[in-house]
């Protein structure tokens, strides 16, 4: 019998969601079954319920999905709208390309801003678009605050500024879900009416768990909202005990996500969860920048002003291919990297720096990185790691 070689260690995993789950996380949510009509329970939910609402920074609604993000996009579409309503898609990249392919299949009216994905949406033609709608057609501005696929963030606060310039009406919708618990993000300061999040990214929890945080606004649209939903439906889950999910609660999340609470809260604390992050973000950013000498890779993002510090989208010289990295670092080291999504596969990897993160991961992550330049005989100035250390050395 052949053995087939697998690198030794635990798999070391540097892609931008799903993250590592810190051990306590995983010990927590291996809890045995218990009833979720259950007073223990529902005491430990409704910790959860609140503990979450404390992240998005909202004292509004939240309703939870048995489903992945996409669970949560399509929630937040067909409990906010009417088979036909335009939605304005603040184009950042695949994700946002995704939750408008998804609102078309709903029957929703689509309209674009564009975006080369490398530079980023120009805020004045959000408001441009929103002045050209005088007669209020646009029911809902959506965005994705922190692209994935590019590793660029929106800053929200400058599209709310770009609609309530154009004294527009439409509603807020951000998807935060590469953002929330890594980067800042507060809802209810920034005029958010929908906030659409995922388990398996800055919770650090595993997939399969989703959420909509919503507007008073939001749930006065919700009520006259037309298109066709049951299992997502807010009405039927705000008659419910929990005030979501119609059939049985998914209950070994919220052993999970109260841990997860825990830690980002109380142990941690968010401001310092957002700086860790920043500091590790720049840490990354300094080694493909100096790996970027000698015409090696550089980084995707054009703008410093939008600098994702939750994942990087590293672009590869021409002529070489992203996915030759991608797959020497994990099958001769064991790392998983993320690789180029639509348009940009081939010509991106990305490194994800968000979750259950610090030093040494990302010091080991850019190492395995710049061997696999190396194997892989790609241009690049040797260093980057270095790079790296001496700025996260600098850090208090
Ligand atoms: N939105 C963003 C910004 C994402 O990064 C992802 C997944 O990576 C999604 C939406 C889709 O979420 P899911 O894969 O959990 O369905």
Same mark, same amino acid.
């Given at each position: 019998m052949t053995m087939k070689k697998k690198p030794r260690g635990r798999l070391f995993f540097a892609n931008p969601g799903p993250t590592n789950i810190p051990d306590s996380i995983l010990h927590a949510q291996a809890h045995f079954t218990v009833d979720f009509m259950d007073a223990d329970f529902i005491e430990l939910y409704n910790h959860c319920f609140d503990g979450l609402k404390k992240v998005i920074k909202t004292n509004q609604h939240l309703f939870f999905y048995a489903g992945s993000g996409h669970a949560a996009w399509e929630a937040s579409l067909v409990n906010l709208f009417s088979p036909k309503d335009r939605i304005l898609i603040v184009e950042t990249g695949h994700f946002s390309d995704k939750w408008g392919e998804m609102a078309t299949a709903l029957g929703l009216d689509v309209v674009t801003v564009a975006a080369e994905w490398n530079k980023g949406i120009d805020y004045a033609a959000v408001q441009a678009a929103l002045v050209a709608d005088s007669g209020h057609a646009i029911k809902a501005v959506c965005c994705v605050h922190n692209e994935t696929s590019t590793g660029m963030v929106l800053d929200i606060p400058r599209v709310r500024a770009a609609m309530d310039g154009a004294k527009h009406p439409a509603l807020l919708l951000a998807?935060?879900?590469?953002? #929330? %618990?890594s980067l800042d993000f507060r809802m209810d300061e920034w005029g958010v009416d929908c906030a659409v999040g995922g388990s398996?990214? %800055? #919770?650090m929890l595993p997939t399969g768990l989703s959420f909509t945080a919503i507007s008073d606004k939001a749930l006065k649209a919700h009520q006259v909202s037309t298109c066709p939903k049951h299992y997502f439906n807010w009405t039927v889950m705000l008659a419910r005990p929990h005030k979501? *999910? #119609? %059939?049985?609660?998914?209950?070994s999340f919220f052993f999970g996500l109260k841990e997860s609470l825990r830690l980002l809260l &109380? &142990?941690?604390?968010m401001a310092n969860v957002v700086s860790r992050h920043a500091r590790l973000g720049e840490a990354v950013r300094r080694a493909v920048q100096h790996w970027s000498g000698n015409q090696g890779p550089r980084l995707f993002c054009t703008d410093p002003t939008r600098y994702s510090d939750s994942v990087t989208a590293v672009k590869m010289p021409?002529? *070489?291919?992203?996915e030759d990295v991608r797959k020497t670092a994990l099958s001769r080291f064991n790392v998983s990297l993320g690789g180029g999504l639509s348009k940009l596969s081939g010509q991106v990897f990305r490194i994800g720096h968000m979750g259950d993160l610090n030093e040494p991961m990302i010091l080991g992550t850019l190492s395995v990185v710049e061997m696999a330049l190396k194997i892989n005989g790609v241009p690049h100035a040797s260093g980057g790691v270095d790079a790296a250390i001496s700025y996260l050395a600098e850090q208090g």
């Open positions: 998807d935060t879900i590469s953002s #929330l %618990g398996q990214k %800055g #919770l979501s *999910f #119609l %059939g049985t609660v998914p209950t &109380e &142990e941690e604390g021409e002529g *070489f291919n992203a």
